[in-house]
């Protein structure tokens, strides 16, 4: 009998990761006798060691006892709480991830690394004196000196219950283990073995006599037995080591001799099972089915009350629609109020059926955070800085494609936080602030949007610094004035960092820019404020999903466009006088202090325009990259929500198009991308630059001469 | 239970007659339509729907025979006017105007076009063996876009290769 272990693959992996992440939480919580924490970092090592036991993961089963061992020793108290051994755990944790993702990429993963730490583990075991003590009783009678070079002969009557392999085990299984610990030897007792008639396929009569040559302890070969324990009768003994070679062979007969009457069936089975032992670990990565399609789309663990409401939801519609049905069958014009009660129970329905199943994908930013812990434990190790994080809001949810796009931007704002805001202890003491450090990590909604906050009180942003630097760089001159937040927004241009010396945290001044790109290509916006000698806060708006905007229906000739609403800064009815035409064909409007360019939406499209003067036509100023520009356009309709349609599924992206959507009508409007749209402007106008489009400047002037008349 | 007696239940073939039901064949079936006189076919199992000409929503800066994005059920479907694309009549529309929806899948995805025609006609059982390369001797519509020729009675029917025509970002002119 054999189950397909594979498909259970995957759930092990899930649960693996979660056991893993778990671990590392209790670990950063640990303290002094705190058994419960103990106990279930030491649950969830064991169980990753079970699961990868038996789907035979045997790097995975052998890294993790050495993990496992630890905390035991932790737990029995037999070993204090070090901050070292936890650094060592946390490590471990690390290496296991790795461990566990190779098995999930179906890859080799970094065996250097994990083999470092395994011996690092080893070391911490066997500097501890219990485990010393431990081994020296087991060994006390034959090898009381080291027992590292001491090959033992063991051996191993192995007599399993008939029903072990329906308990899902395999001894074949146990006996590639075992082969892990040293070279072995076996033979199979078939006394037991009915006669064909009797078989029941699904039973085991075979029992083992095994030997094993290892310096492995007894516990070591219990251990592998641990999941048959209960099922099987395991007689483990230990011969004299010192015994020539010819003798082992000369025991083993003696034992065959002794069983004369079984036939033995050494010889068919050794060899393809020795032929199985050569190469243990290849062999299992190589025999392993590719049946894991490799575009994952991923999954959620969507809460049981979610799933309930939906359902409650549909049920309502259900009933809904059957009373409307009814309506309709036999209607006349006297139901027409019932008509309209039902239609707005409809609405209703449907609305909250839409939030409902938003919400499916909203997950709480917890997921996001809990990494911070473990990186801030890591960092202030690194700098030497005390730390203490603090989470906030963080059961604020959020969409699952906003939360995976939005993981790296703020581990690059923690590691700032901990490199740049965090002083060293003796600048805080000085400044008669606490020792310890502190960094705030709040979520919260607003609005439409979920706000994410990081700050700390350390040191605030040099303003003068960030000046000077942006002076260096060219990218602002002595005379200009700035506000503080436009100094602040300095910081997130590309290749600007006024860390004096590089780290290896933070500093090389990559990073600040991709944060803010990162965080503006998921439709949000990044603010800083700071003080100096307080501390910063750097604040991430984003939109609460991917798949639904807040939309402005602006109207462009006859077609309907959207700008989303979080892009305009402002929406106002030109005036001639403050339209400017500068070098040749370029419009620009004067908004209080800013030259702001116009751009008429209907001359980018190639679609035909329908005002005359420019004062029948609405200017919508919209900013992307820190570029403001004024669109021309005829009307503003309603402001609404939409969701979002890909163009690129049926057809191709659309330069100047986010996407579309589909409006109450039935009919499809494009949703207009703002950030693109500059950009078309800018190459239109290179080009126009060289070839002096006559068309191009003709619409212009017509334009303007609307404007002079 | 007796065998027998289940057998006998079993209808023999033949007894439900299939007879007049002329779409039980061997070889591939073909919808054919009109391009001006021109008679067209695509693979029947491509064709999602056959709708009623409307007004689409233009894309922007599209080569002309892109007439834009319909709404269907939600999808949003592109509409290309195969008689500007191929330059074959003129590009009016009128009550016999259609739009076929052909859905392909190709890598993994599908893709779900429209095509304007100026009618659709008949259903066309056409044999592999019966279906004869095209001469390469001009005409508008490019050479890897047809995928053979029919001859139905007096007529020529021109089956086009529903993957190339679905392979969008090769219109693109611009």
């Known amino acids: 009998m054999s189950v397909d272990l594979t498909q259970f693959i995957p759930s092990f992996l899930e649960e693996s990761f979660e056991g893993l992440e778990l671990m590392e939480s209790s670990l950063l919580n640990l303290e002094q006798g705190d058994d419960e924490t103990i106990n279930s970092i030491f649950r969830a090592a064991h169980s990753i060691k079970g699961g990868a036991g038996t789907f035979g993961f045997n790097h995975v089963t052998e890294f993790t006892h050495l993990v496992e061992t630890l905390l035991d020793e932790m737990r029995d108290g037999r070993r204090n709480i070090e901050a070292d051994d936890v650094e060592l755990l946390l490590e471990s944790v690390d290496c296991m991830r790795l461990l566990i993702e190779a098995i999930r990429d179906e890859r080799e993963c970094d065996s250097e690394k994990i083999a470092e730490n395994s011996k690092r583990l080893e070391e911490a075991l066997a500097a501890s004196g219990s485990v010393m003590s431990e081994a020296l009783t087991i060994n006390a009678d034959d090898a009381p000196t080291d027992n590292s070079s001491d090959i033992a002969r063991w051996q191993i009557k192995f007599i399993p219950e008939h029903h072990l392999v329906q308990t899902g085990n395999d001894p074949l299984l146990l006996f590639n283990a075992l082969a892990d610990l040293g070279k072995v030897s076996l033979e199979a007792n078939t006394k037991e073995l009915p006669t064909l008639n009797d078989i029941d396929a699904e039973e085991l009569y075979l029992s083992w006599q095994l030997t094993l040559h290892s310096n492995a302890s007894e516990a070591d070969i219990r251990e592998v037995f641990e999941w048959v324990e209960d099922e099987c009768e395991l007689i483990i003994t230990k011969e004299v080591q010192d015994q020539p070679l010819e003798a082992v062979t000369e025991a083993v007969t003696v034992v065959n001799t002794l069983e004369g009457s079984s036939q033995n069936e050494q010889a068919d089975l050794t060899p393809p099972i020795e032929a199985h032992f050569a190469e243990p670990t290849p062999k299992n990565n190589t025999d392993k089915p590719v049946s894991k399609s490799k575009n994952d789309l991923g999954s959620i663990r969507v809460g049981v009350d979610k799933v309930d409401s939906l359902i409650n939801l549909v049920g309502e519609l259900v009933i809904t629609q059957s009373m409307l049905s009814e309506l309709g069958s036999d209607f006349d014009l006297s139901k027409v109020e019932r008509l309209n009660a039902g239609l707005e129970q409809l609405l209703q329905n449907t609305k909250e059926l839409q939030e409902s199943v938003m919400r499916i994908r909203m997950l709480p930013i917890s997921f996001a955070f809990n990494r911070f812990p473990r990186l801030v434990h890591d960092l202030s190790k690194k700098t030497g800085k005390e730390i203490e994080l603090i989470l906030k809001g963080e059961q604020t949810e959020l969409d699952k494609t906003v939360m995976e796009q939005i993981g790296d931007p703020l581990v690059h704002l923690v590691r700032n936080a901990v490199d740049h805001g965090i002083e060293p202890a003796q600048v805080r003491l000085a400044h008669g602030k606490p020792e310890k450090g502190t960094i705030v990590l709040d979520a919260y909604h607003q609005g439409g949007s979920i706000v994410i906050e990081i700050s700390d009180d350390g040191g605030g942003i040099d303003r003068q610094a960030v000046f000077n630097k942006a002076l260096e760089k060219g990218l602002v001159d002595e005379k200009t004035t700035l506000t503080d937040s436009q100094v602040f927004d300095l910081l997130f241009e590309p290749g600007f960092s006024t860390a004096k010396e590089v780290s290896d945290i933070s500093g090389r001044g990559v990073g600040m820019d991709v944060v803010k790109k990162n965080i503006q290509s998921l439709g949000g916006r990044i603010q800083v404020e700071s003080e100096q000698g307080k501390g910063s806060t750097f604040r991430v708006n984003l939109p609460l999903t991917l798949a639904i905007l807040d939309g402005q229906l602006v109207r462009v000739g006859k077609e309907v466009y959207i700008i989303p609403l979080i892009t305009i800064v402002e929406s106002l009815q030109p005036q001639k006088e403050l339209i400017n035409r500068v070098s040749g064909d370029m419009l620009l409007y004067r908004l209080r202090e800013d030259n702001v360019p116009v751009i008429p939406i209907y001359q980018l499209f190639n679609i035909p325009c329908e005002f005359e003067h420019i004062e029948s036509c609405l200017l919508v100023v919209v900013e992307a990259d820190g570029q403001k520009i004024g669109l021309m356009v005829d009307d503003l309709l309603a402001q609404q929500q939409v969701v979002i349609k890909s163009l690129n599924d049926n057809y191709q992206q659309v330069q100047g198009v986010s996407g579309a959507t589909i409006l109450g009508d039935g009919s499809v409007a494009m949703i207009l991308d703002v950030a693109g749209i500059i950009e078309m402007a800018l190459t239109k106008a290179q080009i126009n630059q060289q070839h002096q489009s006559s068309v191009q400047s003709q619409i212009t002037r017509s334009i303007s001469a609307g404007v002079n008349a | ?174």
């Not at chain 2, 033949?14 to 039980?24: A, M, R, V």
């Not at chain 2, 064709?47 to 689409?56: A, C, D, F, H, L």
């Not at chain 2, 080569?63 to 319909?70: A, D, L, R, S």
């Not at chain 2, 893709?111 to 259903?123: E, K, L, P």
Request: hydrophobic residues 45%; charged residues 20%.
């Open chain 2, 1 to 174: 239970m007796d065998i027998q007696m289940l057998a006998e239940d079993v209808p023999v073939e033949g007894e439900f007659s299939l007879e007049g039901i002329d779409f039980i064949t061997s070889g591939d079936q073909y919808l054919t339509f009109l391009l001006a006189d021109e008679q067209y076919a695509v693979d029947i199992l491509c064709v999602e729907e056959i709708r009623s000409w409307g007004n689409p929503t233009r894309i922007p800066n599209s080569p002309c025979y892109i007439k834009g994005v319909i709404n269907m059920r939600g999808i949003i479907v592109p509409i290309v006017d195969l008689r500007m694309k191929f330059n074959i009549g003129s590009a009016i529309y009128c009550e016999t105007t259609v739009v076929i929806v052909l859905t392909v899948e190709t890598e993994n995805k599908t893709r779900t076009i429209g095509f304007v025609v100026d009618a659709v006609s008949d259903v066309l059982n056409v044999e592999a063996s019966d279906i004869k390369s095209a001469p390469a001797f001009g005409g508008c519509v490019p050479q890897n876009y047809l995928q053979g020729l029919v001859n139905v009675g007096e007529n020529v029917v021109t089956l086009l290769n529903v993957k190339v025509l679905q392979e969008i970002e090769k219109h693109q002119l611009i």
